[in-house]
């Protein structure tokens, strides 16, 4: 009778394991940094418009500030039209 305890798996096995945890790892971390750099623009003009209102001693006054503020910073998208004739192409 061979009394052999066999507690460790094999080292191909644990490479894997190891491997596949570091894989994860970075997916959550990538995830995480991808996340905080998408919600980093907005929470600075936030800031900035916090900063821009700080005169006002009513919260409602300094929120319709703010609300003023960062209607007047959105970003402006511009649409192309252009005509079918092919004549010009106008900005609006």
């Known amino acids: 009778m061979s009394a052999r305890l066999n507690f460790a798996p094999g080292s191909t096995l644990t490479v894997a394991t190891?491997?596949?945890?570091?894989?994860?790892?970075?997916?959550?971390?990538?995830?995480?940094?991808?996340?905080?750099?998408?919600?980093?623009?907005?929470?600075?003009?936030?800031?900035?418009?916090?900063?821009?209102?700080?005169q006002y001693v009513y919260l409602s006054e300094r929120q319709a500030c703010m609300n003023e503020w960062l209607a007047a910073s959105q970003p402006r998208i511009v649409a192309l039209e252009t005509q079918s004739a092919g004549t010009s192409t106008t900005k609006q």
């Open 18 to 54: 190891a491997a596949l945890a570091t894989v994860i790892a970075f997916a959550i971390l990538w995830g995480v940094v991808t996340l905080f750099q998408s919600r980093g623009a907005p929470m600075e003009r936030l800031a900035a418009a916090e900063r821009a209102c700080a």
